[in-house]
């Protein structure tokens, strides 16, 4: 394994390198309701359920910015397109989860599950630009 898995992230994928790094910030701040090493899954729950907002904000501009021009379905498709290149980039680390950085950029992939989240900017009047 590569010292740092998000120095080797390949050009196209390496915008995601700094939204990462932010994300493993805020999770570093993230404090679990139950024993992760009994509790696994839950801690992971638990996780998601206190740190998406965060992780959504932080995905959000450079997602919009990069694949947004008008189109929500042209923008899914677009994010589709990037979870399965990193999807498919990611295999060989699959069994690496200890590293912080791939357990970060496997949540990532199942983020970018919901494209429909990163143009919904958190105003209560505009929910769900994704129809």
Known sequence: MPKNILDELPADLGFLAPCVRE??????????????ETFPEQAYEDELNQCSTDYERILRAPLVERFYTGSAELFGERVAALRSSLLNWMEPYKMQMSAPEVRMLFTVIGNLSHPELYLNDGDDAEQNRFT
């Open 23 to 36: 994300t493993l910030s805020v999770r570093a701040n993230y404090r679990p309701s139950v024993a992760p």
